[in-house]
């Protein structure tokens, strides 16, 4: 792997969900003009029935908590686990400065080594306003926490193509090789590395 020399500042990050909020609220809505159609096609019964009543809000309650457990698909994986310690020494011998390249010629930096499609795809955790997206890159890629959940977060989106696959597998796998990774031998060398630094992942 080709070393790039990449220099930027330091400072603390963070991973909102940003989305549980929005996705809540639009679903209220949705609620709210589900009942005003039923109130509209039965104007002389202005009572909703009790189970209609009880069905939206169980809904409603169940649409509040998924997305506050999307990220957690990986349960047994957490962001000291053994598994990301051995990812992140495979990658970088957990450095936490420094970018390189990868066999598919992707600028990868950090302890991680992340490139910046992975962390779009995470959709760029600390990335302030008016801030350009490689100076938050760099900064998430260089911050463990922050790149752990972001490479966490985009190997959640493409677990069903692993399927069969031990947690820590389908995590290396897809940072190494995107969406398919788990669908290519190409990445059989980096999970091979991995298990090496954590033979019981």
Same mark, same amino acid.
């Given at each position: 792997?080709?070393?790039?020399?990449?220099?930027?500042?330091?400072?603390?990050? =963070?991973? #909102?969900?940003?989305?549980?909020?929005?996705?809540?609220?639009?679903?209220?809505?949705?609620?709210?003009?589900?009942?005003?159609?039923?109130?509209?096609?039965?104007?002389?019964?202005?009572?909703? #029935?009790?189970?209609?009543?009880?069905?939206?809000?169980?809904?409603?309650?169940?649409?509040?908590?998924?997305? $506050?457990?999307?990220n957690?698909?990986?349960? +047994?994986?957490?962001?000291?686990? *053994?598994?990301?310690?051995?990812?992140?020494?495979?990658?970088?011998?957990?450095? %936490?400065?420094?970018?390189?390249? @990868?066999? =598919? *010629?992707?600028?990868?930096?950090?302890? =991680?080594?992340?490139?910046?499609? %992975? =962390?779009? +795809?995470?959709?760029? #955790? /600390?990335? %302030?306003?008016?801030?350009? $997206? !490689? $100076?938050?890159?760099? &900064?998430?890629? !260089?911050?463990?926490e922050?790149?752990?959940?972001?490479?966490? %977060?985009?190997?959640?989106?493409?677990?069903?193509?692993?399927?069969?696959? $031990? *947690?820590?597998?389908?995590?290396? &796998?897809?940072?190494? /090789?995107?969406?398919?990774?788990c &669908?290519?031998g190409?990445?059989? #060398?980096?999970?091979?590395?991995?298990?090496?630094?954590?033979? @019981?992942?």
């Amino acid at each position: 792997m080709t070393e790039v020399n990449y220099k930027s500042p330091s400072s603390p990050t =963070f991973f #909102p969900n940003k989305n549980s909020f929005f996705n809540t609220f639009t679903f209220f809505l949705s609620y709210l003009s589900i009942m005003r159609i039923y109130n509209f096609n039965n104007p002389k019964n202005n009572k909703i #029935p009790s189970i209609t009543r009880l069905l939206g809000l169980f809904l409603m309650l169940l649409h509040t908590v998924l997305p $506050s457990t999307a990220n957690l698909i990986f349960h +047994q994986i957490e962001i000291g686990s *053994d598994c990301m310690k051995a990812m992140c020494l495979a990658d970088s011998g957990c450095i %936490q400065k420094g970018c390189s390249r @990868d066999v =598919f *010629d992707r600028l990868g930096c950090g302890y =991680f080594r992340m490139n910046i499609w %992975q =962390f779009k +795809q995470c959709y760029e #955790p /600390g990335r %302030q306003i008016g801030e350009d $997206s !490689e $100076s938050a890159w760099i &900064r998430c890629s !260089e911050d463990y926490e922050c790149a752990s959940k972001c490479i966490v %977060q985009v190997a959640s989106r493409f677990r069903l193509k692993c399927y069969g696959k $031990s *947690d820590c597998e389908t995590i290396a &796998r897809l940072h190494d /090789g995107g969406a398919n990774g788990c &669908r290519t031998g190409d990445t059989l #060398p980096y999970w091979v590395t991995v298990k090496s630094f954590c033979p @019981d992942c």
